[in-house]
């Protein structure tokens, strides 16, 4: 049974940064598309990030420059380093997986074709 555990969520000012973790418990297949998705209060689930086995990535415009995204394949974690947080960064973070998806559909951050979700963890940015 696949679990996807999230942590690092937290309250941080304007400008500063965090660094969230999601671990695979009981992943056991040998390749994966992972990604990162937010939700605002009032507003739709969207796609922050994903990157494929061979760790090819891709970003939300919003997103770009000041996030990363990487995983350890060998620990069966990925992270979301998030700098420069603004406000509007503001929102419940979920990490995703599946283990079917090609790199073209995994770097679309279709919300549907992802099988395998963590509860979320709150980050909050104030000005």
């Known amino acids: 049974q696949v679990q996807l555990v999230e942590s690092g969520g937290g309250s941080v000012q304007s400008g500063g940064s965090l660094r969230l973790s999601c671990e695979f418990r009981?992943?056991?297949?040998?390749?994966?598309?992972m990604g990162w998705f937010r939700q605002a209060p009032g507003k739709e689930r969207e796609g922050v990030a994903s990157?494929?086995?061979?760790?090819?990535?891709t970003y939300a415009e919003s997103v770009k420059g000041r996030f990363i995204i990487s995983h350890e394949k060998a620990k069966n974690r990925q992270y979301l380093q998030m700098n420069s947080l603004k406000p509007e960064d503001t929102a419940m973070y979920y990490c995703?997986?599946?283990?079917?998806?090609?790199?073209?559909?995994?770097?679309?951050?279709?919300?549907?074709?992802?099988?395998?979700w963590g509860q979320g963890t709150q980050v909050t940015v104030s000005s």
């Open positions: 995703a997986a599946d283990e079917l998806l090609l790199q073209r559909r995994c770097l679309e951050m279709a919300i549907a074709d992802f099988d395998y």
């Open positions: 990157t494929d086995s061979d760790g090819t990535t």
């Open positions: 009981g992943w056991t297949y040998t390749s994966a598309c």
